[in-house]
């Protein structure tokens, strides 16, 4: 292939991808957009989504967008009847990363003002393990809902374990494991991620107790 034939099949190829990728936008008057239990006006869902089912127990707020590869699940298998739940909740004004996974079984609600770096996994379902001598992809699993408070942000690679409930305006370091209970207002780092800096009436300081643990349930400890 010449060098000047490369060039019109490289413009053509790159042209062709990107009128895709508009063409595959998921907004709220798009049939994609209407499978949802409601997605809100000046949404976007990115193109090409990764996995994605159960959006009639989905919720996503306004001005609100989804990057590529995002995966959103809601329940066990495609199909699946919610009798109407909300399993999935994401807030006005929010941002999640490229390659993001969101993977709901009994409920997930992400607040307002929430940005995501990209590669975050977020889930309210662990493996059970309460036979050691029984496979642990065959135990039954566990769900504990999550709630994240908006203005939070999460940054690449954080994972926010089931049972995690973090509060408004909350700074979670790239590469943390979140898990138990995160107060409003303070900069979480580590695995498990604790908090190393809060605000308090004298402005942000250093955590008083930057080894002490969230607040979690035994079973996670």
């Known amino acids: 292939m010449t060098a000047a034939r490369h060039a019109v099949v490289w413009r053509a190829v790159h042209w062709g991808w990107r009128e895709f990728q508009r063409a595959g936008l998921v907004t709220a008057g798009t049939p994609a957009g209407r499978a949802f239990k409601s997605f809100g006006r000046g949404s976007i869902m990115a193109f090409p989504p990764g996995s ?49 996974h969101i993977i709901a079984h009994e409920l997930i609600e ?22 050691p001598d029984t496979p642990i992809g065959l135990q039954v699993p566990v769900n504990r809902p999550v709630s ?38 303070c900069v979480v780092a580590g695995v498990p991620a604790r908090v190393i800096r809060e605000h308090t009436a004298g402005g942000w300081r250093p955590s008083a107790d930057p080894a002490r643990d969230p607040v979690g349930p035994p079973g996670d400890r």
């Open 52 to 100: 994605l089912f159960g959006e009639h127990a989905m919720e996503v707020g306004e001005d609100t967008l989804i990057g590529q590869l995002v995966t959103m699940s809601a329940g066990i298998l495609p199909g699946q009847d919610f009798f109407g739940l909300t399993v999935l909740k994401v807030g006005d004004r929010c941002v999640i990363g490229r390659g993001s």
């Open 110 to 131: 992400i607040g307002d003002d929430v940005w995501t770096g990209p590669y975050v996994y977020i889930t309210d379902q662990n493996h059970g393990y309460a036979d």
């Open 148 to 185: 994240i408070g908006s203005g939070s942000w999460l940054g690449a690679g954080a994972i926010i374990l089931p049972g995690a409930t973090i509060g408004r305006n909350v700074v979670v370091a790239a590469g943390s494991v979140v898990r138990g209970t995160i107060p409003d207002r």
